[in-house]
T-cell receptor, first 113, second 116 residues
Framework: AQSVTQLDSQVPVFEEAPVELRCNYS??????LFWYVQYPNQGLQLLLK??????LVKGINGFEAEFNKSQTSFHLRKPSVHISDTAEYFC???????????FGSGTKLNVKP | NAGVTQTPKFQVLKTGQSMTLQCAQD?????MSWYRQDPGMGLRLIHY???????DQGEVPNGYNVSRSTTEDFPLRLLSAAPSQTSVYFC???????????????FGPGTRLTVT
């Protein structure tokens, strides 16, 4: 079975500082990778996805992520965060030819003024 | 398009009661799934379906039933509610471009269930 590890449960950061949210997955086969954001009391919204091609993926709201196959990682980055980025972020994986998505436990990003 | 809709938004049940959480999507997606979200545990897959008439179990299926009679609807039934089923439930749908390689999921707004 797949597993997805988000190493940090909470990340506090000051406004306009850069941030990296880490995600590692376990898989011996090719995968699709996703980052979702959840604002308080809302559903999940797709930030970005990696299906194939360039390993650097750009998403909405200035976020980007880099797929590193050798390290089985898909870390999310933003060069300058805003207060409005305060939310919980989930990394997710789906395997080729399997019908299940696996989610990490989430990272709460708290942006302080 | 309304996307993925879920009803009700909130529900309180007594232990032993049964109920159905409704989920519908209008995007003609083949894939639909149910998750529960609990603090510190991310989203855990309860059941999923890759098309009308086809369902399968996820990580935490016990205490829940599903059926998929149409492409649009994927209801989740709690057979005999227990306090351990207090959670936020999300329905999601997805599509494939070719074969069974499914792309990103679209999520509903969630149902907050409390079992007393």
């Amino acid at each position: 079975a797949q597993s997805v590890t988000q190493l940090d449960s909470q990340v506090p950061v000051f406004e306009e500082a850069p941030v990296e949210l880490r995600c590692n997955y376990s898989s011996s086969v090719s995968v699709y990778l996703f980052w979702y954001v959840q604002y308080p009391n809302q559903g999940l919204q797709l930030l970005l996805k990696y299906l194939s091609g360039s390993t650097l993926v750009k998403g909405i709201n200035g976020f980007e992520a880099e797929f590193n196959k050798s390290q089985t990682s898909f870390h999310l980055r933003k060069p300058s965060v805003h207060i409005s980025d305060t939310a919980e972020y989930f990394c997710a994986v789906s395997q080729y030819n399997f019908n299940k998505f696996y989610f990490g436990s989430g990272t709460k990003l708290n942006v302080k003024p | 398009n309304a996307g993925v809709t879920q009803t009700p938004k909130f529900q309180v049940l007594k232990t032993g009661q049964s109920m159905t959480l409704q989920c519908a999507q209008d995007m003609n997606h083949e894939y639909m799934s149910w998750y529960r979200q609990d603090p510190g545990m991310g989203l855990r897959l309860i059941h999923y379906s890759v098309g009308a008439g086809i369902t399968d179990q996820g990580e935490v299926p016990n205490g829940y039933n599903v059926s998929r009679s149409t492409t649009e609807d994927f209801p989740l039934r709690l057979l005999s509610a227990a306090p351990s089923q207090t959670s936020v439930y999300f329905c999601a749908s997805s599509y494939s471009v070719s074969g069974s390689k499914f792309h990103e999921q679209y999520f509903g707004p969630g149902t907050r269930l409390t079992v007393t």
